[in-house]
């Protein structure tokens, strides 16, 4: 028996959904903990791609249970959607998708505050999503929110959704100049929602403690990245969940003393979207370079990415917030071209040099970079399948990061591909 989570360990879009595609050939359970369909994973295999945003990456495989736990937040019309996806390229997730009683819901309301409240805050806007994350944490939070189980009630679920859907209104139309939403649509929507989701609702804490008993292999997959939690991240420029390994427990309701190993995925340079400081980021020649090399777009919402070098300062933070117990590294193949690859190993703040995570976002805004320069490789590296064929740059410059974020190496990843991987 084995539980495993794999989170990632910069600011989210490290081919999280590769590795524990990977990953997932040993599993029964694949779960998904946090976050919601502000995520785009990306799973390919012989050439098709695939992008989920809540239905856990394990779908994949015909025989695997996935789960979508309570500390998501959930958008039914982003699930159906998905599901009728899945399906029509001849993935069926019935009987093996389950998703927990608790989940809280996000709502046409959560969208709307979350799009027009960025487009108010003007320049110091945070770049979300635009999904309905914040809204809808925020809701809970503040003890205010639909979960799946109240759809069970349709008294209850209709007399929370009003009060809700009154005061939201309030502000979209008094703050935010839109048009209010009618209630009785929401409500229709809502319940055929719930009479197509019905089949899915367990109370998957229940379930998933019985697999740890059963001692089934147990897989859950983070989504966004450290530098994106809510306490521990970037704050304010984060998402609204914690997106660190902790949350895998308190996102389904197992204990912390069931989970065996902790895998944190680390892309070979940083990328970044939305906004928020980025101490390495490239100018934009060589973002460009990177970004059209990479394909750094957002799965989710198309963007752009930022790119740039990676941080061990951060990559050493992240270690330690997670309690990683090794690391997948990958799109090392992004860097064969370049011709010097940089490592930054610190900070410099107001002639200080730092070489722990600064708290403050305005420090991290204004710290100077220290980097080491490393020679590149040059080589097409998308063919390796051994560590130890890799060139002997690449071997170093890997073996560089593992050092500086304390942590071993488990596994390196040449491509998007599920072979393009390299069991270290
Ligand atoms: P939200 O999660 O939509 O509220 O967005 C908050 C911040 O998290 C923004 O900077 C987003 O770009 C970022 N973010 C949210 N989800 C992801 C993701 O899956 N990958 C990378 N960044 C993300």
């Not at 799973?43 to 856990?56: A, S």
């Not at 069926?92 to 505050?113: A, E, N």
């Not at 994350?133 to 008294?155: F, S």
């Not at 309690?323 to 107001?350: H, M, N, Q």
Request: aromatic share 8%; charged share 25%; glycine share 10%.
């Amino acid at each position: 028996m084995s539980v495993k989570v794999v989170v990632g360990s910069q600011w989210g879009d490290e081919a999280k959904a590769k590795i524990v595609d990977y990953l997932a050939v040993d599993a029964d359970y694949v779960v998904r903990f946090q976050g919601g369909a502000n995520a785009g994973h990306t799973v390919i295999v012989n050439g098709n791609e695939f992008i989920f945003h809540l239905i856990p990456a394990g779908i994949m495989y015909p025989n695997k249970i996935c789960i979508i736990g309570n500390g998501v937040v959930l958008d039914p019309s982003a699930l159906l959607n998905e599901i009728e996806e899945l399906k029509n390229r001849g993935i069926d997730v019935d009987g093996r998708l389950f998703i927990s009683q608790k989940t809280h819901l996000v709502m046409p309301y959560h969208k709307l505050l979350d799009q027009a409240g960025e487009k108010h805050k003007g320049k110091n806007s945070i770049g979300t999503t635009g999904r309905g994350i914040g809204p809808a944490y925020r809701d809970k939070a503040a003890r205010v929110g639909i979960r799946i189980v109240d759809l069970l009630n349709r008294d209850v679920f209709v007399s929370k959704l009003e009060q809700n859907i009154l005061e939201s209104n309030e502000i979209l139309t008094k703050i935010y100049g839109y048009e209010p939403l009618e209630v009785n649509k929401v409500v229709d929507a809502y319940l055929e929602f719930d009479r197509k989701i019905d089949p899915y609702v367990k109370d998957i804490s229940i379930m998933l403690n019985d697999a740890v008993r059963e001692g089934k292999n147990i897989l859950f997959e983070g989504a966004q990245g450290a530098l994106l939690d809510i306490d521990h991240g970037t704050y304010p420029f984060v998402t609204s969940s914690n997106t660190i390994a902790g949350a895998a427990c308190i996102g389904t309701g197992i204990g912390p003393t069931h989970i065996d190993e902790v895998i944190g995925v680390m892309k070979a340079y940083t990328t970044r979207v939305g906004n928020g400081p980025f101490p390495t980021e490239f100018d934009d020649e060589m973002a460009k370079i990177i970004r059209d090399m990479g394909g750094e777009y957002g799965a989710t919402t198309g963007r752009p990415r930022r790119c740039g070098w990676f941080d061990g300062v951060i990559g050493n933070y992240s270690a330690l917030i997670n309690g990683l117990s090794s690391l997948a590294i990958t799109k090392l193949d992004v860097l064969d071209t370049l011709p010097e690859i940089k490592l930054c190993t610190g900070y410099r703040y107001k002639n200080k040099v730092l070489h722990t995570f600064p708290v403050d976002s305005e420090v991290l805004e204004n710290v100077e970079t220290i980097y080491e320069s490393h020679p590149g490789w040059q080589e097409k590296t998308t063919h390796i399948r051994k560590y130890k064929d890799l060139p002997v740059n690449a071997r170093s410059y890997l073996e560089r990061i593992s050092e500086l974020v304390k942590t071993p190496m488990k596994y390196v990843s040449v491509g998007s591909d599920r072979e393009q991987t390299i069991s270290v």
